[in-house]
C-alpha cells in the first residue's frame, strides 16, 4: 500500500506507473522505466502549484505485453485505486498504459468511478479537461490502429513462408531439430517417430502408445527457451502422441490455414505410411466431440480435493452419460490416489440449486452486499432483487447458465463427502441487476484483482471413485476380541424397530406410536433420529469398536447432524477410518 503518512492531506497523491515490452535491457542501471519515471517525477514537480504529490510506491511491469490488463504493477495499482489511495495516475506516454481500446474505455470508466485523473506527460494532456479527454480517445484510436496493422503484417508475412514451405519459428516438431531457421531431421527422433506411426496401426491406441514410450524411457530433449530458462525434457503422453500422426510436417509439408503446402524440409515418413494412419483416425474420429462439449457447464470450474482439474469424461455407449473426472497427473500417479469421479448432469442440478438457494437467501447475499460497500438506497433495491434474479438463473437457457456459472463461480473443489463452491461477490451484485436478455459474462478485469468471495459448503456424496458402488462397512475380523456395549446395541434395535412403525403406519401419530413402543413421544422421536448415524459409526457400536466416551445417553441427548463427517467429531470419532481411506485413494 502506498506510503501516504508525509503527504499533507489537500494533495493529490499522484502514482508513476511504466511499463516495457520486453525484459532485455532491464539490467542496466539507467534502462526505460527509470527514464519514464524519471521525466514523470519532473512533470508531478512542476504541478506542485496544484498540489501534486508523488508517492514513493513504484508500479513498474517490465517485460509486460500492453495487449491486455493483466499484469502484476497495473493490477496492484488498480487495487490501490479501489482503496482509495491515489488521485493522479501519471504515464510517460499512452501507449504504456494499454494498446487496445477496450481495456483503455474498462480504465478511464474505473478512474472515472474512483475521481482519479488520468494523465500522459509526453502527449500534453489529462483528463480533468474535456479537450485532454477529446486527444485521449483520438490517441489511443490510432494505437490499436497501428497495433492491428502490425499484427496484420507479421500474420501475412507468416502465411506467405508457410505457403514457400519454409518454418515460421517456434520449437521444432519432435524428430526435427532447427539449424539457421530450418528443419533437419534428428536421426534417433526420426525413427521414434516412424516406430510411432507404424505401431499406431497395429494398436489404434494413443494411450497405449503413450504406455509403451513411457515403458521404453522416450522423452523429448532438453531445450533453452527465448528468455532462457531451461526446460527439462518429458515423457510423450497421449494427446502429443494425437497431434504428431495428424501433423503433416512429417511428410514434408506445411500447413496454412487448412492447406498443406510442400516444405523445404526432408520427410522422415513414407507417404502410403501416413496415408494408412490417416484412414484409420478418420475411422476411430467421432464428429460429435467437438460439438458436445458446449453442453459441459462447468468445464475448467472443477478441481478434486488434491488440487487436480477436473475433465470430462463420456461413456460413448450412452450419448447422455457424462462424468467429471480427476486429470492424473504425474505426482498422483507416484503416490497412488486414485482419480475421483462423479456424475456431470447430477453435479451440474445441485451446482443450479446450490447458486438458485444462495441468490435467494436475502440475509446472506445482504451480508455479501455490505462487505462490498453498498449501503443504503442501492442495498435495498438489491436485496430486493433476490428471488427475481434466482428464477432468471433457473429459466436461462444451457448456453446462459454456462456463462453465468463461468462469471459467478471462482472455482468449485470436490471431496468425498462435500462441495465446496467459491462466488465471486462482485458478480452476484452485477448478476442482481442482469435483465436476463443474451449471456452474463461478468468483467474479467476484476477476477485478478483481490475481491471480496463468498464460500459455500455443500455436504454431498456426489463423489464416485469405483466402478461399482460399495458400503462404508468393514467386514468383522475372525477372532474379534471386542465386546459390543449391550445398551448401545439394544438402542440401535430400538432406533431400527421405531422407524420400521413409522414406515409400516403412516397414518398414526406419533404419540400413539410412542407408545407401541411403550416410551415417552420424545424419546421416540430420538430413537428414529438415530437411524441418520453414519453406517461406520453404527458397524462400529455392533462390533464394539466404538470410542469408550460414547454412552447410550450421549446418543440420546445431543443433535445428530446429518452431516457424517460432522457426526465422527461429535461421537469422538476418527474423522476418515482407515479402510474408508484405503477406498477413497488419500
Same mark, same amino acid.
Given at each position: ?5 508525509n ?5 493529490q497523491?499522484?502514482a ?5 515490452s ?6 542496466i ?7 519514464q !519515471?524519471?521525466?514523470?517525477?519532473a512533470?508531478?514537480?512542476s504541478?506542485?502549484?496544484?498540489g501534486?504529490?508523488e ?9 509486460e ?13 488498480l487495487?490501490?485505486?479501489e482503496r482509495?489511495?491515489?488521485d493522479?495516475v501519471?504515464i510517460?506516454?499512452l501507449?504504456?498504459l494499454?494498446?487496445t ?6 480504465l478511464i470508466?474505473?478512474?472515472d468511478q ?5 494523465v500522459?506527460?509526453?502527449?500534453n494532456f ?5 479537450t485532454?479527454?477529446?486527444i485521449l480517445? $483520438?490517441?489511443l484510436?490510432?494505437?490499436?490502429f497501428e497495433r ?12 506467405a513462408m508457410?505457403q514457400?514451405?519454409?518454418f515460421?519459428?517456434?520449437h ?5 531439430? @532447427? ?7 534428428q536421426?534417433?527422433?526420426a ?6 506411426f ?12 503413450a ?5 521404453r524411457g522416450? $522423452? ?7 528468455r ?9 503422453h497421449a494427446?502429443s ?15 496454412h490455414?487448412g492447406?498443406r ?8 515418413v513414407p507417404r ?10 478418420a475411422? !476411430?474420429t467421432?464428429?460429435?466431440v ?12 472443477m ?5 487436480r482439474?477436473?475433465g470430462?469424461?463420456?461413456?460413448? !455407449?450412452k ?7 480427476s486429470?492424473?497427473?504425474?505426482w498422483?500417479?507416484?503416490?497412488g ?12 442440478q ?7 438457494t444462495l441468490?435467494s ?11 462490498l460497500?453498498v ?6 433495491? @438489491? ?9 432468471r @438463473?433457473e429459466?436461462?437457457?444451457?448456453r446462459?447458465?454456462?456463462c453465468a456459472?463461468?462469471?459467478? $463461480?471462482s472455482?468449485?473443489?470436490l471431496t468425498?463427502d ?5 462466488v465471486?461477490g462482485?458478480?452476484?451484485?452485477r ?9 452474463f459474462?461478468?468483467d ?15 455436504p454431498?456424496?456426489?463423489v464416485? @471413485?469405483?466402478r ?8 468383522r475380523a ?7 456395549n ?5 438402542l ?7 422407524r420400521?412403525?413409522v414406515?409400516k403406519?403412516?397414518?398414526?401419530d ?12 420424545t ?10 448415524l453414519?453406517p461406520?459409526?453404527i ?8 470410542p469408550?466416551s ?7 441427548q445431543h443433535?445428530?447432524?446429518m ?5 465422527r ?5 476418527a474423522?476418515?477410518p482407515?479402510y474408508?481411506?484405503?477406498n477413497?485413494?488419500?
Open positions: 500500500m502506498p506510503d501516504t503518512s503527504l499533507p492531506h489537500h494533495s497523491r499522484c508513476v506507473y511504466t511499463r516495457k520486453v525484459e532485455q535491457g532491464l539490467e542501471e539507467f534502462n526505460t522505466l527509470e527514464s !519515471r524519471a521525466i514523470c517525477s512533470y508531478i514537480t504541478q506542485r502549484h496544484k501534486w504529490a508517492l514513493s510506491k513504484r508500479y513498474d511491469d517490465g517485460g505485453s500492453g495487449s491486455n490488463l493483466m499484469r502484476p504493477a497495473l493490477q496492484e495499482l487495487a490501490d485505486i482509495g489511495m491515489i493522479v501519471v510517460y506516454k501507449d504504456r494499454t494498446r481500446l477496450l481495456d483503455f474505455v474498462r470508466d474505473l478512474f474512483y475521481g482519479v485523473i488520468f500522459s506527460v509526453t502527449q489529462d483528463t480533468a479537461e474535456s485532454g479527454r477529446l480517445n $483520438i490517441l484510436t490510432f494505437a490499436q492491428e496493422i502490425a499484427g496484420d503484417r507479421l500474420r501475412d508475412k507468416f502465411g508457410r514457400r514451405g519454409m515460421v519459428g517456434g521444432p516438431p519432435f524428430g526435427y531439430e @532447427l539449424i539457421d531457421k530450418k528443419l533437419y531431421p536421426p534417433d527422433e525413427e521414434v517417430v516412424r516406430w510411432l507404424q505401431r499406431y496401426l497395429e494398436t489404434g491406441s494413443y494411450v497405449t502408445l504406455r509403451e514410450c513411457d515403458d522416450i $522423452i523429448r530433449r532438453d531445450r533453452i527457451s527465448k532462457g530458462n531451461f526446460i527439462r525434457g518429458r515423457g510423450i494427446s502422441i494425437w497431434n504428431m500422426l495428424g501433423n503433416p510436417v512429417y511428410i514434408g509439408e506445411v500447413r490455414r492447406t503446402y510442400p516444405g523445404l524440409h526432408e520427410a522422415i502410403g505410411l501416413w496415408d494408412d494412419v490417416q484412414g484409420l483416425r475411422k !476411430r467421432r464428429a460429435k467437438v460439438e458436445i462439449y458446449k453442453t459441459d457447464l462447468l468445464r475448467g470450474l478441481f478434486d480435493s488434491f488440487g482439474l477436473m470430462v469424461l463420456r461413456d460413448y !455407449r450419448d447422455t452419460r457424462r462424468y467429471y473426472i486429470n492424473q497427473n504425474e498422483g500417479r507416484r503416490q490416489v486414485r482419480r475421483m469421479r462423479t456424475n456431470a448432469d447430477a453435479l451440474e445441485l451446482v443450479l440449486a446450490t447458486l438458485s441468490l437467501d436475502r440475509a446472506r447475499v445482504r451480508g455479501l452486499l455490505l462487505k460497500g449501503h443504503d438506497k442501492e442495498l435495498e433495491q @438489491l436485496t430486493r432483487s433476490t428471488g427475481p434474479a434466482s428464477q @438463473l429459466r436461462a437457457n444451457r446462459q447458465v454456462q456459472y463461468k462469471a459467478l $463461480i472455482h468449485i473443489e468425498p462435500r462441495m465446496k463452491i467459491v465471486r462482485p458478480e452476484v451484485r448478476f442482481l441487476t442482469w435483465d436476463g436478455l443474451g449471456l459474462r461478468g474479467k478485469t476484476e477476477w485478478e484483482r483481490p475481491h471480496p468471495t463468498e464460500l459455500i459448503d455443500v454431498t456424496s456426489a464416485r @471413485l469405483k461399482s458402488l460399495w458400503l462404508p462397512i468393514r467386514q475372525p477372532g474379534h476380541a471386542n465386546v459390543p449391550y445398551r448401545l446395541v439394544r440401535m434395535k430400538n432406533a431400527r424397530a421405531a420400521d412403525l414406515e403406519d403412516r397414518t398414526t406419533l404419540m400413539a406410536l410412542a407408545g407401541q413402543m411403550n416410551c415417552k413421544r424419546r421416540f422421536a430420538r430413537l428414529v433420529r438415530l437411524n441418520y453414519a461406520d459409526i458397524t462400529s457400536i455392533l462390533d464394539g469398536t466404538q469408550a460414547l454412552t447410550a445417553r450421549k446418543l440420546m443433535d445428530i447432524p452431516d457424517w463427517t460432522l457426526q467429531k461429535v461421537f469422538g470419532f474423522e476418515q482407515d474408508l481411506k484405503a477413497i485413494g488419500y
